[in-house]
């Protein structure tokens, strides 16, 4: 048994924990496409049992949103972080958090529109949610290239150094928007044309966000190794019981709130400055 060397870990097996939970997050962006596919394929003849599967869809982005988190803190608690790990993280992360949901976008919002719209009007719209699906997609890998070159100070606040944010939103979480509104809505496929707008402009606005410049809370402070006082693991079981009983309304809130806290951080920071005095007053006065 090989002891601890300069802070590496015991076994060399334990490089292959992460990797273990990145591939579950792999395999849960495929589950996630395969079922998709299904609810097409059937939507015709049964659409109860697509409709299942579009949920299926939607709650594996959401158990890979959970993995994804899960990898990069046990590889940093066992001392296995490798330029391995990174790089096959971000190839899961496209797969689950880019193409999973930019497919589940176009499927659940836009492919089944119909009705009263005439076939220009409804070629134009499928045309255009192709386009903002791909653009959800191409942002998103954009992102994670950001990301990944991006040198650690970069991504802290300049006025608390303690604190880091992320720069721009995290695909991870633009997919957890993306799933939960399709969670929420009892993953049934929408049929009109104002609602499915409405979705492409979301999509479009998520893509923005991805490759923004806004500030985003990283959460990369909370240190699960940490002594909880009771009442943070009093909050803890009240957000799991919530969860489990509201999951629709309360996953499609904490989704949606993280996505405006970058926005409402960048309109209080613009609001201070301009209400904030300038040198030249404050000599003045």
């Avoid at 479009?204 to 410049?213: E, H, I, N, P, Q």
């Avoid at 909880?228 to 909050?235: C, D, H, L, T, Y």
């Avoid at 405006?260 to 301009?274: I, K």
Wanted: aromatic residues 10%; positive net charge.
């Amino acid at each position: 048994m090989a002891d601890v060397v300069a802070g590496k870990p015991r076994h060399k097996a334990a490089y292959a924990l992460p990797t273990l939970f990145t591939a579950g997050n792999i395999f849960l962006g495929y589950l996630s496409i395969v079922r998709t596919i299904q609810a097409v394929a059937i939507y015709s003849s049964d659409q109860a049992a697509a409709t299942a599967h579009l949920e299926v869809a939607a709650k594996t982005i959401g158990f890979g949103f959970i993995l994804d988190g899960l990898d990069g803190r046990i590889a940093r608690m066992t001392n296995t972080t490798s330029e391995f790990g990174k790089e096959l993280d971000s190839l899961a992360d496209i797969i689950s958090f880019g193409i999973a949901p930019a497919i589940l976008a176009y499927v659940w919002g836009v492919q089944f529109v119909g009705g009263s719209l005439g076939a220009v009007p409804l070629d134009q719209l499928q045309r255009a949610g192709k386009f903002v699906s791909f653009l959800f997609l191409v942002c998103g890998a954009a992102r994670l290239a950001r990301f990944n070159i991006q040198k650690p100070s970069t991504q802290q606040n300049p006025g608390a150094a303690d604190k880091k944010y992320f720069v721009g939103l995290p695909i991870p979480a633009a997919a957890g928007v993306v799933a939960s509104v399709v969670y929420a809505a009892g993953s049934t496929p929408l049929t009109s044309t104002m609602w499915s707008a409405a979705w492409l402009g979301l999509l479009a606005s998520l893509a923005f966000l991805m490759v923004s410049t806004l500030r985003y809370w990283s959460f990369k402070e909370l240190n699960m190794m940490k002594s909880r006082s009771p009442f943070m693991m009093i909050g803890m079981c009240v957000v799991i019981y919530a969860i489990w009983n509201w999951s629709q309304k309360l996953l499609l809130v904490m989704s949606v709130t993280y996505m405006l806290s970058g926005v409402t951080m960048r309109v209080f920071g613009l609001v201070r400055r301009v209400l904030r005095p300038s040198k030249a007053e404050i000599q003045v006065g």
